[in-house]
Structure formats: structure tokens, C-alpha cells
């Protein structure tokens, strides 16, 4: 019920913009959100790097409803790569194709996204295209596709376990040589199109995990499902599979004892920094997955 609720609160535009222009808004943010600026993502990646975790920065947003914004967010993705190798930092990026102006002019999108790609690739990067709702499954794994073909190794997908669709398009990506990410995946999709129980999506989490590990490719295991994360040990151990073949992936502030717990026992592990002014429905969607971050943002809220 109240997973429900707040799925469809994420996309309530007017508590959106309250939420985000408000101090109070800013400040229970904090848990999730790295920060506001390119600058705070840099810092918190440093430290996360300090950690011996390796990054993939996300520049929050998503839905731009005019090429100006898209432009502006690619403009923050080309600064970040830059201050990446700059600095020295183990980091790559992470973008959403409808942040790039999807929606407005896919051939805006297009631009922007291409022109990312090729900047990672003349600095020995990477571009992870992120998953959304199921209405951009398609557009989005086509341009993977595309991208994969003019920059071998720069760019990646990622795959959502409760997809029904999802053994079908790893199989694909697979035989194309693209890295994946693997989640379980954040929307709300109706039941033709996907799992709608825990013990489904999970199973299918299990067999994709499977496939991706066999597949000899560099991919990533993106969950902090502790009994997912032991399957992929005990998978990997049984198989034979180097810890320096796939790496598991987390996002910030979520199980760090966890995090440190995977990286002392020898795997890899890469933490998603999200940071940017548009953080409500990404905060929005991680309280829908565990509400008891609910209680958990408001009591840090009122002890100060
Ligand atoms: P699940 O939700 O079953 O949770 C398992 C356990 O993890 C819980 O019992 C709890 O202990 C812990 N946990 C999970 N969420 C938590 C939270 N918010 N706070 C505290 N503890 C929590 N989705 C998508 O649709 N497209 C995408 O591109 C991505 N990208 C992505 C990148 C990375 C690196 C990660 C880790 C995740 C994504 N996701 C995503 C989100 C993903 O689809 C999924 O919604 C979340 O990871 C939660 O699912 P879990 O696999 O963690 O399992």
C-alpha cells in the first residue's frame, strides 16, 4: 500500500517542485543525493574511491520537457568526464535517455548522447545508459545497440529482472559483446509486461545472473539483496569465475556496511552517486522500495 503510494507520489509535480525548492527538501535528500553540483559529486566520489570502490556519477533528472535542459544536463555529463580523468578519479557515467531529451526530440537525444559517448571514448570511458519505464525499453536498448557498434566497450545497458522481456534482450546483448548492469527495476509495470511477485522477480534475477556470469563479459551485479549478492558468490566460486570478471554495484547510502563487508571479501564493488536539484523522484522511488527509510530520514531530521 504504501509502496504504491509513494511510486505514485514520485510523479506529483506540484509536492516535486515543493519538495525540491524546500530547505527541509534539500536536507532529507542528503542521505541519497551526493549534493547539488558537479563539485559535490566529485568530492563524494573521491571518498567513495578512498574506500576502494570505483563510481558511476548520475546527474538526477529525467522527463526534460525542453532541448535547453537537455543540453544544459550533457553539458554537466561532458564537465564530469573531464574533472574524472582530470583528477584521477575511478568513476564513469551514468545518464536516462528521456533526461537527454527523449521526449521532447529523440534526434536531440540522439546528439547529445552520441556526443557523450565519443568524449568517454577519447578519454578510456564508459557510458552507462540507465533503464526507465517500459515505454523506453525498446529506444533505449537500440541505441545501446547502436552506440556499442560505433564505440565497442564505451557504452552499456541495463537490464530490469521483472521485465518478462529481459532473458530475451540479455541473450541479444550478449552476442553484441555489451555490458550490462542487472537490477530488478524501479517502475511500475503492469503484469503482461512484467513480474509483479518478489519470488518471480527474483527467480529471474537469479537466471540472469547466471547467464551474465557465464557470458565471459564485464558486467554488473546491481542489487543490495543479501541473498541475491551470496547466489552470485557461490555461483561465481562453483564456476570458476575470476572476482576480477564482474563487479557488484550499490547505490549511495544504501547497506555501506554491506558494501564494505562484499569489498573486504575480496569482490569489486562500484557505488552509484546520484547528485543534482532534481532529486525527488529518485528519493521518492528508494522510500518506495524500503518505506521504513520513511522513519529512518525523518527521525535524522528531527535529532539535527
Ligand atoms: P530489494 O528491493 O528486494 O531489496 C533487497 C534488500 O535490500 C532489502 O531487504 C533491503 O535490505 C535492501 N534495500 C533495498 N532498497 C533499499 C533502500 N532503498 N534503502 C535501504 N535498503 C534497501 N532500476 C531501474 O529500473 N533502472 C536502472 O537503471 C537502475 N539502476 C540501478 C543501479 C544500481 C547500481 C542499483 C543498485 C540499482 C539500480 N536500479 C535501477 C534500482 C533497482 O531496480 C531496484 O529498484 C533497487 O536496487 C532495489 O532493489 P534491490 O535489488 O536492492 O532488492
Redesign the pocket.
Given at each position: 500500500m504504501l509502496r504504491a503510494l509513494l511510486i505514485s507520489l514520485s510523479g506529483n509535480r506540484r509536492l516535486r517542485t515543493f519538495a525540491e525548492n524546500s530547505p527541509i527538501g534539500q536536507r532529507v535528500s542528503r542521505r541519497?543525493v551526493a549534493g547539488t553540483t558537479v563539485e559535490d559529486a566529485l568530492n563524494a566520489t573521491r571518498a567513495v574511491n578512498q574506500r576502494g570502490m570505483s563510481v558511476?556519477v548520475d546527474n538526477l533528472g529525467e522527463n526534460v520537457t525542453n532541448a535547453e535542459e537537455a543540453h544544459q544536463s550533457a553539458g554537466l555529463y561532458h564537465q564530469l568526464l573531464d574533472e574524472i580523468t582530470a583528477r584521477g578519479l575511478n568513476a564513469n557515467i551514468?545518464l536516462k535517455l528521456t533526461h537527454m531529451g527523449l521526449d521532447v526530440d529523440p534526434r536531440v537525444a540522439r546528439e547529445l548522447v552520441w556526443g557523450l559517448v565519443q568524449h568517454a571514448a577519447q578519454l578510456n570511458n564508459f557510458v552507462r545508459v540507465?533503464?526507465?519505464g517500459s515505454a523506453y525499453t525498446q529506444v533505449t536498448l537500440d541505441t545501446v545497440h547502436e552506440l556499442h557498434r560505433a564505440y565497442p566497450g564505451r557504452v552499456g545497458a541495463?537490464i530490469?529482472a521483472y521485465m518478462r522481456r529481459s532473458q530475451a534482450d540479455v541473450e541479444r546483448l550478449i552476442a553484441e559483446g555489451i555490458r550490462i548492469?542487472l537490477?530488478?527495476?524501479?517502475?511500475k509495470e503492469p503484469p503482461d509486461l512484467a513480474f509483479q511477485k518478489?519470488s518471480e522477480v527474483?527467480a529471474n534475477?537469479v537466471r540472469l545472473m547466471e547467464i551474465l556470469l557465464k557470458s565471459g563479459i564485464y558486467h554488473?551485479i546491481?542489487?543490495?539483496?543479501?541473498r541475491?549478492i551470496e547466489q552470485t558468490k557461490q555461483f561465481a566460486r562453483a564456476e570458476r569465475i575470476s572476482p576480477e570478471a564482474f563487479e557488484f554495484?550499490?547505490?549511495y547510502g544504501?547497506?555501506r556496511d554491506l558494501q564494505e563487508k562484499i569489498l573486504r571479501q575480496g569482490w569489486r564493488m562500484?557505488?552509484?552517486i546520484p547528485f543534482g536539484t532534481e532529486w525527488y523522484p529518485y528519493l521518492m522511488?528508494?522510500?518506495a522500495?524500503?518505506p521504513?527509510?520513511l522513519f529512518f530520514i525523518l527521525r535524522n531530521l528531527f535529532r539535527g
Open positions: 541519497f558511476s551514468s540507465d533503464m526507465e541495463v530490469q548492469r537490477c530488478k527495476g524501479a517502475y518478489k527474483d534475477y554488473g546491481a542489487t543490495h539483496d543479501e541475491i554495484q550499490m547505490l544504501i547497506r562500484r557505488v552509484y522511488r528508494r522510500l522500495e524500503r521504513a527509510n
